[in-house]
């Protein structure tokens, strides 16, 4: 009995572990494709960095979310969107500053955004605590603030009219809508792998599955930001890249979270969320705080951030959830 719960446990992960890396493989390819097919369209990098990128970096969590509510997890989804959050927030924020070296910004293009993904975020803990849960009614309310927020960027982006510089295509905008295509089955498929596995390891290891979403699935689904980011600072497009790290946030918590809870509502257990949710508005907060003071990022702020998600994990080991 023993030997067949460890093979069992041995197959769950690494079925977890291959669909991972297809998400994770289907993840960079969308986002290379969607850079491409942008920079054909002569899409200027404001719009590209807080809708298009911020949506294509959040598709993984959103297969995910759709597929764990689908399977009567969304449970799951909470909890990859909410360490997702903090991931972006943190770790992967500052892993991409500390690549870019330093990171400055331009007040009037991202002030309002920043106070905007704050909203967001409290918004999402206030409908939960309300309700104790995420109704299909709170659903409504998240994707309405979402695409009221995209309207508002969209009236404003004749404002921001620098363009991703469209340089020579290689290869046909054809030939990478193909592969937007090919990554988006590939995200499809393996999203819903990954819930399956997933919630065959909460079972497994006697965690819930909120746990299994912030931790493990969060680590992965972000991966694609954190590819992007590094990618554009090199490419000596830094606002671009935190840009999308804000544009992300927002996304996951009302589009996706949105999206999960009107399919099906929302549910956690108590402990779990409001530690981590706490967690992710402090990390947002600090976020905003560093970016408003000078209106730049630099490596101090970086080393910060990484240890803010640090003392994260140290805290959810402490308390043993």
Do not use: C
Request: without cysteine; positive net charge; charged residues 15%.
């Amino acid at each position: 009995m023993f030997n067949y719960i460890i093979k069992m446990v041995i197959m769950n992960l690494s079925y977890f572990i291959l669909s991972i890396l297809v998400l994770l493989i289907s993840g960079i390819y969308l986002v290379k494709s969607l850079i491409r097919i942008a920079r054909a369209l002569g899409i200027s990098e404001f719009s590209a960095a807080f809708i298009i990128m911020a949506f294509a970096t959040s598709i993984p969590e959103l297969f995910v979310g759709i597929s764990s509510a689908l399977a009567g997890s969304s449970s799951l989804s909470l909890g990859n969107i909410i360490g997702a959050n903090i991931l972006d927030l943190t770790l992967i924020t500052g892993v991409i500053v500390l690549s870019a070296k330093t990171i400055t910004f331009e007040s009037k293009k991202i002030g309002r955004e920043i106070y905007f993904m704050l909203f967001i975020l409290l918004s999402v803990i206030v409908l939960f605590l309300i309700g104790n849960k995420l109704s299909r009614i709170d659903g409504l309310i998240l994707l309405s603030l979402f695409f009221m927020h995209v309207y508002s960027i969209f009236k404003k982006r004749k404002k921001y009219k620098k363009k991703i510089k469209n340089g020579p295509l290689k290869i046909s905008k054809f030939y990478w809508l193909l592969i937007f295509l090919i990554a988006l089955i590939g995200l499809f498929v393996s999203s819903g792998f990954v819930v399956k596995y997933a919630s065959a390891l909460a079972i497994d290891f006697g965690f819930s599955e909120i746990v299994i979403g912030l931790f493990l699935l969060s680590l992965a689904t972000t991966l694609p930001e954190l590819v992007f980011g590094i990618s554009a600072s090199r490419m000596k497009h830094k606002e671009m890249a935190i840009g999308d790290q804000i544009g992300t946030v927002v996304a996951n918590s009302a589009l996706i979270l949105g999206l999960v809870a009107l399919i099906n509502p929302i549910t956690a257990e108590f402990l779990p969320f409001i530690i981590s949710s706490i967690f992710m508005f402090v990390s947002a907060f600090v976020f905003v705080t560093f970016v408003k003071t000078g209106n730049k990022l630099e490596r101090i702020e970086a080393i910060s951030l990484i240890l803010l998600y640090v003392l994260f994990v140290v805290i959810q080991l402490f308390v043993g959830i």
